[in-house]
């Protein structure tokens, strides 16, 4: 079993911070890409950033430069800093990870449950 836990959401001003995190637990043999990807009401899940196992990142072009994605590969762990922040910028954000399970023998997606970023004007 794989799961991801993610934490930090909630309700902010625009202009203000967050820091989600996404922790990745259970079987887990090998974990490649990291991201987060967010949903708004009405609107398809779009990419937000993603990070691979060694660093390299990319980035939806409406949070560049505002969001920072990063990772630490000793804790499972995938981190979003997202700082000035719009109101736009409300959504679900859920967290993805390409992991191999310590059962599987090829990579599959997980998904987390989700956690709610509103931003108020």
């Known amino acids: 079993q794989v799961q991801l836990v993610e934490s930090g959401g909630g309700l902010v001003q625009a202009g203000g911070s967050l820091r989600l995190s996404c922790a990745a637990s259970?079987?887990?043999?090998?974990?490649?890409?990291m991201g987060w990807y967010r949903q708004a009401p009405g609107k398809q899940r779009e990419l937000v950033a993603q990070?691979?196992?060694?660093?390299?990142?990319n980035y939806g072009d409406s949070v560049k430069g505002r969001f920072t994605i990063s990772r630490d590969n000793a804790k499972n762990t995938v981190y979003l800093q997202m700082n000035s922040l719009k109101p736009e910028d409300t959504a679900v954000y859920y967290c993805?990870?390409?992991?191999?399970?310590?059962?599987?023998?090829?990579?599959?997606?997980?998904w987390g449950q989700g956690t709610q970023v509103t931003v108020s004007s």
């Open positions: 259970g079987n887990i043999f090998s974990i490649n890409a």
């Open positions: 993805n990870a390409e992991i191999v399970a310590t059962s599987a023998i090829r990579t599959n997606a997980y």
């Open positions: 990070i691979t196992s060694g660093g390299s990142t």
